[in-house]
């Protein structure tokens, strides 16, 4: 194949100017974060120290239009907002752990608070009188009521107002003989249940009274046919009755 003169010429000057071209035409520089958390770029892999060199982010140098400086400034910038970034993110998980623990000990506040109502009961100490706060049940009703804690009465008594807010309409006649020897006309029902915190008896007897004279602060007794069906300590202090299981 024989080449004009012209045709020789353009050929010798392209190869001139692809001997001038640098065959990399992009450079390279790399990233690595030390142990302390800092990052780093630096455009030589042997300035990595060797603990790092299995850790390290390689990219396409962007800069290579601009001059040295303007590279070393940009390269700067963008550490610096790796930087904010990093210091963000951590500062964004710290709160989230922190949110965490604050979420996770109200929880365990809340499981205290709700194991403590199924083993204790609050009540009101007066002298040694313990009023303990109760729930009635029958046929579907429910009344709250305050007895007074009585291990020396047989069975459970309730006054007549709370008789008739349980409109209990079913009852027997009985008689009960107090200690001074008197003898009580009362009545008795079988009601759904009695209910103090956890403790709670089926389908009891309870006798029902009318109560005469000044209020007296509570509604009733608590007798020992619900008391002796569970294991039970009061504490005075507290103003609770522990119930054990």
Do not use: C
Not at 193 to 210: R, S, T
């Amino acid at each position: 194949m024989r080449y004009n003169s012209k045709t020789a010429a353009f050929l010798w000057i392209l190869l001139a100017l692809s001997l001038l071209v640098p065959l990399k035409l992009s450079a390279e520089f790399y990233k690595y974060l030390d142990k302390e958390g800092k990052l780093h770029f630096v455009d030589d892999q042997s300035n990595i120290p060797p603990e790092y060199r299995n850790n390290i982010t390689v990219y396409k140098e962007k800069y290579d239009h601009l001059s040295e400086k303007e590279k070393v400034d940009n390269l700067k910038t963008d550490a610096k907002k790796a930087e904010e970034t990093r210091k963000r993110r951590a500062a964004e998980e710290k709160l989230l752990r922190k949110n965490e623990l604050i979420k996770a000990r109200q929880q365990q506040k809340i499981a205290k608070e709700k194991y403590l109502k199924r083993v204790q009961t609050k009540v009101a100490i007066d002298g040694n009188r313990v009023l303990v706060p109760v729930k009635l049940g029958y046929r579907g009703k429910e009344v709250e009521a305050t007895l007074l804690l009585d291990t020396g009465a047989t069975i459970t008594t309730v006054h007549q107002h709370i008789a008739d807010q349980l409109y209990i309409t079913q009852t027997k006649k009985a008689e009960a003989k107090v200690i001074s020897g008197k003898v009580l006309d009362f009545k008795i029902a079988k009601i759904s249940y009695i209910k103090v915190g956890p403790a709670k008896l089926k389908f009891p007897l309870v006798g029902i009274i009318k109560h005469k004279g000044p209020s007296v602060g509570y509604n009733g007794l608590l007798g020992m046919d619900f008391l002796r069906n569970f294991d039970y300590s009061i504490d005075f202090e507290k103003s609770v009755i522990k119930w054990k299981p």
